[in-house]
């Protein structure tokens, strides 16, 4: 089983759209948990930081961690043309000098006007 | 608003020879990464860097790769002898307190292509 399963894509949705997307792990380590929106051609960038697991929001975006299940998801609700990027979950488990983030596969979310 | 810079954007070589793939940091950042993502896969870690010295390094990262931070502001990733399956996007990344909160900084990416 890979350590970071992330579901296929890709995604296309109207404007307005609430969208939610999914990861699941094998590794019981994990403790940290990130998603992280990559534009084309450009580096990802942090959306959401989450330690252990429990809901966190930040303005449109929502992301929880199940540790039970293993299983973490992004909901983005009143989805915006300019959220049409590719979404990558990552995760940790430590912080220290010699962590690491494993990356899920990413899902390419479209988002029509 | 600060960021990680890349150079090149794109790089083509030939089999055999050698990379350096160049990168700089946010500047009070102290937590250094390489990452990289072959087309269709998934970003991988290669390398973690702090106060001088790798502090974790993957399976990929052997004997032909190196990093070096020769100034106290770049931060460098040789590949000594390049192989075609080395080509891929290269992501240099920073961080001011690793990842204890969160956050890395990813640069734009510099594409190695291998021929």
């Known amino acids: 089983q890979k350590e970071v399963e992330q579901d296929p894509g890709p995604l296309s949705v109207p404007e307005g759209a609430i969208v939610s997307l999914n990861c699941t792990y094998s590794?019981?380590?994990?403790?940290?948990f990130m998603w992280y929106r990559q534009y084309s051609r450009k580096g990802p960038e942090l959306l959401m930081y989450?330690?252990?697991?429990g809901n966190k929001e930040d303005g449109r975006f929502t992301a929880q961690v199940d540790k039970s299940s293993k299983y973490i998801s992004l909901f983005i609700r009143d989805s915006q043309p300019s959220d049409s990027a590719t979404y990558l979950c990552?995760?940790?488990?430590?912080?220290?000098?010699?962590?690491?983030?494993?990356f899920g596969k990413g899902i390419t979310l479209s988002v029509r006007p | 608003e600060p960021e990680v810079t890349q150079t090149p954007s794109h790089q083509v070589t030939q089999m055999g020879q050698e990379v350096i793939l160049r990168c700089v940091p946010i500047s009070n950042h102290l937590y250094f990464y390489w990452y990289r993502q072959i087309l269709g896969q998934k970003v991988e870690f290669l390398v973690s860097?702090?106060?001088?010295?790798?502090?974790?390094k993957s399976e990929i990262f052997d004997d032909q790769f190196s990093v070096e931070r020769p100034d106290g502001s770049n931060f460098t990733l040789k590949i000594r002898s390049t192989k075609l399956e080395d080509s891929a996007m290269y992501f240099c990344?920073?961080?001011?307190?690793?990842?204890?909160?969160?956050?890395?900084?990813f640069g734009e990416g510099s594409r190695l292509t291998v021929l």
């Open positions: 990344a920073s961080s001011a307190f690793g990842l204890s909160a969160g956050e890395l900084f």
């Open positions: 989450t330690y252990s697991s």
């Open positions: 590794n019981s380590a994990f403790q940290y």
């Open positions: 990552a995760m940790s488990s430590h912080t220290g000098a010699n962590s690491k983030l494993t």
């Open positions: 860097f702090y106060n001088n010295e790798i502090s974790e």
